[in-house]
């Protein structure tokens, strides 16, 4: 579904990703890690096209990045950022509807009634009691469901979530994961996401793409990546990696220095 091959960025002559080489399957749950400045946002944005790269190419679903118009690119692929709601004003339930976007026409309407899908979608993010309230009045975490909700009604094929679960306690975050992974399994959406959280990243991923310095380090399953050497190379700090004892995946724990 994503093919990213030979890809180059620099910004200021300064190269912040290089040699950047892997393929996402469809269906596939693809996770981005590495440390602060490692440049997983900057992948993130040269994915969804919001920024140029200087060599190499993206191809989604066989076809170059820049070939897509703008919204076969919205129908292609949706962006979790909360960056990306509107400013003030709005309420929920009409920024969702603004995710419908790439399939109106320029009067704003489309073919099919998207009412049903957006009532199932606030449904699934327990958004209906705040539907009818104002964005501005939101918590980060009322907010990061509602633009995880905008990117659903988008329904893409690639869903690209960047920091998806900041702002969000533990058990939002399980909760948000989980959503993400049940809608992946009845809509066959391919998903990439950026975790700093790597228990989070191992058990959600089916494999993981891990950066140091803008570049890439390793491609592979949690357990090939979540290995105790290869994060004290990369983050500078050695911790105790675990199995999980029920779902049998590596976990870690952080140790205290001193
Ligand atoms: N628009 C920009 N102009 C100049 N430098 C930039 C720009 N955006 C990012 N950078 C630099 O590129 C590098 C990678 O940044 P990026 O945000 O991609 O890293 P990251 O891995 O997402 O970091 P974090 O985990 O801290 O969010 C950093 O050194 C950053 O300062």
């Not at 975790?195 to 310095?213: E, F, G, P, T, V």
């Not at 570049?215 to 105790?240: A, K, M, N």
């Not at 990696?241 to 205290?256: G, R, T, Y």
């Amino acid at each position: 579904m994503i093919q990213v091959s030979g890809l180059h960025k620099s910004y200021n002559q300064t190269p912040v990703l290089q040699d950047i080489q892997f393929s996402v399957s469809k269906g596939e749950f693809f996770g981005i890690i590495g440390p602060n400045g490692s440049g997983k946002s900057t992948l993130c944005k040269l994915i969804s096209g919001v920024v140029g790269m200087d060599q190499g190419e993206i191809r989604l679903d066989g076809k170059l990045l820049t070939r897509y118009s703008r919204k076969e690119l919205a129908r292609m692929l949706a962006v979790l950022e909360q960056e990306a709601l509107p400013p003030v004003g709005f309420l929920v339930r009409e920024v969702l509807e603004m995710g419908r976007f790439p399939y109106q026409n320029w009067l704003g309407e489309e073919a099919l009634d998207p009412t049903p899908l957006i009532d199932e979608i606030i449904h699934m993010l327990n958004l209906s009691e705040l539907e009818q309230r104002s964005l501005d009045h939101l918590s980060g975490g009322e907010k990061q469901r509602v633009a995880l909700g905008k990117a659903l009604v988008q329904k893409p094929m690639v869903l690209l979530l960047d920091e998806p679960t900041t702002y969000l306690d533990i058990g939002y975050q399980i909760q948000l994961m989980d959503i993400v992974r049940s809608w992946q399994k009845t809509t066959q959406v391919t998903v990439v996401a950026v975790l700093h959280d790597l228990n989070l990243a191992s058990l959600y991923c089916d494999r993981i793409l891990m950066l140091h310095k803008g570049r890439q380090v390793s491609v592979g399953s949690p357990e090939e990546i979540l290995r105790s050497s290869l994060i004290e190379d990369v983050y500078g700090t050695r911790p105790i990696v675990l199995e999980h004892p029920v779902h049998h995946l590596p976990q870690i724990m952080l140790q205290a220095g001193g």
